[in-house]
């Protein structure tokens, strides 16, 4: 491969990202590729999958957004069922979010369609690529995660 300066570089991702986030969009599930849930819904539902529960202001600083943005994202979730809020034992000032089996079951279906479509797309790209880009990705994230 010829040498592709940082400004090319960057405008081929400009072509690259939309076609694998259109592709990518495609194959969730239907409740998340119809809009029905959106991408930072998305986000903290992922975030708090992992958790018992969290308090708002910690999802907020998660997403990098205001409390009151994050209480709108948080009302819709309710709304929906994925997750509930609850009240801190021990201070009733405090209300945490908690995520309810109807969102863990659609995180887990998450998971399961993006690494089938991951295993059927580097099926086809060699170990030696496969490492190459997982090292590269992982670098960037440690990047990103660093701001």
Same mark, same amino acid.
């Given at each position: 491969m010829s040498f592709v300066s940082l400004p090319e570089f960057a405008d081929k991702l400009n072509e690259i990202m939309p076609v694998l986030m259109r592709e990518f969009a495609r194959v969730q599930p239907a409740e998340i590729y119809k809009g029905k849930v959106t991408l930072p819904q998305v986000l903290i539902l992922q975030h708090l999958s992992s958790r018992?529960?969290?308090?708002?202001?910690?999802?907020?600083?998660f997403m990098k957004v205001s409390t009151a943005a994050t209480t709108g994202i948080v009302d819709r979730l309710v709304k929906s069922g994925y997750v509930l809020r609850v009240f801190d034992q021990e201070d009733r000032r405090i209300i945490k979010v908690k995520?309810?089996?109807?969102?863990?079951?659609?995180?887990?279906?998450?998971? &399961?369609? *993006?690494?089938? %479509?991951? #295993?059927?797309?580097?099926?086809?790209?060699?170990?030696?690529?496969?490492?190459? &880009?997982? *090292?590269?990705? %992982?670098? #960037?994230?440690?990047?990103?995660?660093?701001?």
């Open positions: 018992e529960s969290i308090k708002m202001t910690d999802i907020a600083s995520i309810t089996p109807k969102g863990l079951a659609l995180m887990k279906k998450l998971a &399961y369609e *993006r690494r089938k %479509m991951a #295993i059927s797309i580097f099926s086809k790209i060699s170990e030696q690529d496969r490492q190459d &880009y997982l *090292r590269i990705l %992982m670098r #960037i994230k440690d990047i990103l995660s660093g701001e």
